[in-house]
């Protein structure tokens, strides 16, 4: 909107955030004073300033008797406290009820988030909202607070793979901030039925807070329905699509021998069919390790054996390149070795298809502190700097819509990383650009206890 032409009148308060121009003086001095420095505050300095200035010598002037004015100056001192008083306790009943009121719109506003809210301190839960008693079936608040050992056996909380969360561990969830959109827990409400809760905790950071921490806990379980759906579906549609690529595979190799001329034509559908193959088998050993909870068959085994093998059939699938193993004797771990070489192979298929030129790839196995770590290292495309905060979210590819777009469906290394979580391990890169990546991961070594 455009501005009027009409000057506006000098007593117009200026609007709020806006200065008054330099040299200028409110028409208003009382309604400038400061917001955080109260006006009572301003009337008692003002008051006993004025009454230690004057006070004396006007006594003199009104009372001209010493002795008298001697007599009066108890009465003096006793109106000066009464006075004080009165501005002293106008003063805090204005600080009291300012908190009560910013307490009041607080608690109110939390109470009205759909999302369940709750106040942790050291010993248990000391506050929660409307929707996190709705949330866990409770029928009173009351059901809720209280230490956290009651809450872990009235909730159950565990993670989606069904391992059970101690108060210890719950206390620890709770003692640091969430990050990365929070964790993922499984709640058992009071009237049995499940639920797949977000927690996101953050400590509460102020110097009285007594080690308190804000948690919020989202309902997610319709979410995880949807996905454990989709999965279902994919491992259904992944299974059924094996027999006719079987079928398709087999009847080419049958022409293959009856019509020799035609074998190079043939040999192509053979390999369109294998790289078929292998990305529903891809797809359906995903949806399967999400649909199936917990780990598989474990075992001790050697890792370095293990990746030892995966580099000898990696190396009839990569010929440009020299693939290399460097590392001590026997590395022990335990856990399911298929998954476990399923981990290794996504990450020397990467490393080699993203290595278009060929060269090296080195792996290594080494132990230390009670982990076994694997690494493998390429010197291809690397991972653009935008893209590697995502590069190991489910069917994202980082090269999608690039000349250097080799195809894939996106599940490797995501499918890589919940392996090697279930087995308490984790994973990491780091790349660089037109310099390569190195991708590494750990496991849990049992070198000690019986196999």
Do not use: C
Not at 30 to 57: E, M
Not at 320 to 348: C, K, Q, W, Y
């Amino acid at each position: 909107m455009e501005r009027s032409g009409l000057a506006a009148p000098a007593s117009t308060a200026t609007q709020e955030g806006e200065r008054p121009p330099a040299g200028a003086v409110p028409s208003r001095w009382w309604r400038a004073l400061p917001s955080a420095l109260p006006r009572i505050v301003i009337v008692y300095a003002v008051f006993g300033l004025l009454w230690i200035a004057f006070s004396d010598r006007l006594l003199s002037v009104l009372v001209p008797d010493p002795v008298l004015r001697d007599r009066l100056q108890t009465v003096k001192g006793a109106f000066y406290v009464l006075i004080t008083s009165v501005l002293l306790y106008e003063l805090v009943r204005r600080g009291q009820r300012r908190l009560v009121s910013f307490g009041t719109e607080i608690r109110a506003a939390v109470e009205s988030m759909l999302d369940g809210v709750m106040v942790f301190d050291r010993a248990g839960i000391v506050e929660a909202n409307r929707a996190a008693v709705q949330l866990l079936g409770a029928s009173r608040k009351g059901e809720i607070l209280g230490e956290l050992e009651r809450f872990v056996n009235l909730y159950q909380p565990r993670l989606s793979d069904g391992t059970p969360i101690d108060a210890p561990g719950l206390r620890g969830w709770l003692s640091a901030r969430s990050d990365h959109g929070g964790r993922e827990v499984v709640l058992r409400r009071r009237d049995g039925r499940d639920i797949v809760v977000n927690v996101s905790a953050a400590p509460i950071l102020a110097p009285d807070s007594s080690g308190l921490t804000i948690s919020v806990f989202r309902d997610v379980s319709r979410s995880h329905r949807l996905e454990a759906m989709r999965d279902e579906f994919l491992a259904t549609a992944a299974h059924e699509l094996k027999t006719p690529l079987a079928v398709v595979k087999a009847y080419a190799q049958l022409v293959q021998r009856r019509t020799p001329a035609e074998a190079p034509a043939l040999a192509v559908v053979q390999r369109q069919v294998d790289r078929m193959t292998g990305l529903v088998q891809h797809l359906l050993d995903a949806s399967r390790l999400r649909l199936e909870p917990g780990f598989g068959p474990r075992e001790r085994f050697d890792l370095r054996l293990l990746v030892s093998d995966v580099l000898d059939q990696m190396r009839a699938a990569g010929p440009g390149h020299t693939l290399t193993l460097e590392g001590p004797g026997a590395v022990l771990v335990e856990g399911d070795r298929d998954r476990i070489a399923r981990v290794v192979h996504s990450l020397l298929d990467n490393a080699v298809r993203f290595s278009p030129r060929g060269g090296p790839i080195e792996v290594q196995v080494t132990e230390g502190a009670g982990e076994a770590q694997v690494s493998v290292a390429d010197h291809g495309l690397g991972i653009p700097f935008d893209r590697q905060e995502r590069i190991f979210e489910r069917y994202y590819r980082a090269h999608a819509g690039t000349l250097e777009d080799y195809g894939g469906l996106g599940l490797s290394l995501d499918l890589s990383r919940e392996i090697v979580a279930r087995h308490g391990g984790r994973i990491w890169f780091e790349s660089t650009p037109g310099q390569g990546s190195t991708f590494h991961f750990t496991l849990p070594s049992r070198r000690e206890g019986p196999s």
